[in-house]
């Protein structure tokens, strides 16, 4: 008989399938347990008994099938002795699918339950954060910059509603997608946002969330073929990751767009999100945010050399998406494309005019924009006093290791 592991090696084996297989695990139980409470119970429970079962009798060669059998016969269980008190729940009713009855991943179920439109978007973003990515209720509070309490209540509520409302857990029909689309591609993307830059930590990424992302949005590619928008975010996603093993150097430091090692970006990813280019800007009558956000993914991507990206056709692109999404953090992704177009002064300017958003009084990336642009300039005291602020707002350890660098080495 092999040798059983240690504490410490179950331990990080039970760590990762938490990691990798959460949404798996609790979208095939909850088709099982009809409730969403019930088999979140459920599965936490099976994880707590894969500590135990492990250290007994190894790590199972597949971990995620190993937790949704014991998931869902723990789900069976307690349906079987809560018969009576099941048939008064509301539920979460399985029915079929738009295209023959099935679809590839049940994760996807989850995803468009989460954000029926009974619930408000920043619910469903929520929802979908803990159940779909597993994140913790103290990882979206914080992302959401709430009190860990307050966001508990608001996701308990929402599972209530689900159940009381009956919300089916299902794909929507084909005449229900309309008014499902849009947040639900919002929310794969800011499923994907929440793994290409952490929040906080000591990894620049969280690449577990980051994947779990784009299989949600190849998911929603396949679902709808035709979405000029489904197209632009799997683009958009695809391009974006293509970059991704260039944005830290050997030793864990962050590395800005403009120093990147270009051989490093990975070629498949940036040819599959190129051929979708054509679907992504294909759109009925305007193209759509995504597409937009893609074209300038793809403008990067196409540029061999920093020196040879087209910074004219970058900042149109923004004016274009700034019209169809007028957010702030656009806003500022503008302003940088106005520095290599017209220079950091002129790009400065506009920045005080931004600087006004109180919704962007603590966001770490206008301080730190801020103080490339001073660099830039020459003014290294006013520069080294926006990277102190943009330091005091950072919660990412190699943001953070960033930005003391710039502070202590001076101009």
């Excluded at 492990?54 to 789900?75: D, S, Y």
Aim: glycine fraction near 6%.
């Amino acid at each position: 008989m092999a040798d059983l592991p240690t504490a410490d090696q179950v331990a990080q084996a039970v760590a990762e399938a938490h990691s990798s297989e959460w949404a798996s695990v609790l979208a095939a139980t909850a088709r099982v347990a009809a409730d969403l409470d019930l088999a979140e119970d459920c599965v936490q429970d099976a994880y707590a008994k894969a500590l135990v079962h492990w250290q007994e009798q190894g790590v199972p060669r597949k971990p995620g099938a190993w937790l949704t059998t014991v998931a869902t016969r723990r789900a069976l269980e307690l349906r079987r002795r809560a018969d009576v008190a099941r048939r008064k729940l509301p539920l979460l009713v399985p029915v079929e699918d738009v295209q023959d009855g099935t679809f590839p991943d049940d994760r996807l179920r989850l995803v468009f339950t989460c954000c029926h439109p009974a619930l408000a978007q920043e619910t469903q973003v929520a929802l979908t954060l803990r159940l779909v990515c597993g994140l913790s209720s103290a990882e979206i509070a914080k992302a959401f910059l709430v009190k860990e309490a307050t966001m508990q209540a608001r996701i308990t509520r929402a599972k209530q509603k689900i159940s009381r409302s009956g919300i089916p857990y299902r794909i929507p029909q084909l005449a229900e997608l309309g008014e499902r689309i849009d947040a639900v591609l919002d929310v794969v993307h800011l499923v994907y946002t929440a793994g290409h830059t952490a929040g906080d930590g000591d990894t620049l990424t969280r690449p577990d969330l980051a994947q779990r992302g784009i299989d949600l949005a190849r998911m929603m590619r396949l679902l709808l073929p035709d979405s000029a928008e489904a197209a632009g975010l799997l683009a958009l996603l695809l391009l974006t990751q293509a970059r991704q093993a260039a944005r830290v150097d050997e030793a864990g430091q962050l590395v800005l767009l403009d120093d990147q090692d270009r051989s490093l970006w990975d070629q498949a990813l940036i040819a599959e999100g190129l051929e979708l280019m054509p679907a992504a800007l294909a759109g009925p009558a305007t193209v759509g945010r995504y597409g937009v956000m893609a074209a300038i993914a793809a403008v990067h991507a196409e540029a061999e050399r920093w020196e040879d990206t087209d910074w004219g056709e970058i900042l149109g692109l923004y004016d274009l998406l700034l019209d169809r999404w007028p957010s702030p953090v656009v806003a500022l992704n503008r302003v940088v494309a106005i520095a290599y177009v017209a220079g950091p002064e002129q790009a400065l300017v506009e920045l005080d005019e931004l600087a006004a958003d109180p919704a962007l009084a603590t966001y770490p990336y206008l301080a730190s924009t801020r103080a490339e642009l001073l660099r830039r300039t020459g003014d290294w005291t006013a520069a080294k006093a926006a990277y102190e602020e943009a330091l005091a707002f950072t919660s990412n350890a190699v943001e953070a290791a960033f930005l003391q660098g710039r502070i202590t080495r001076g101009a």
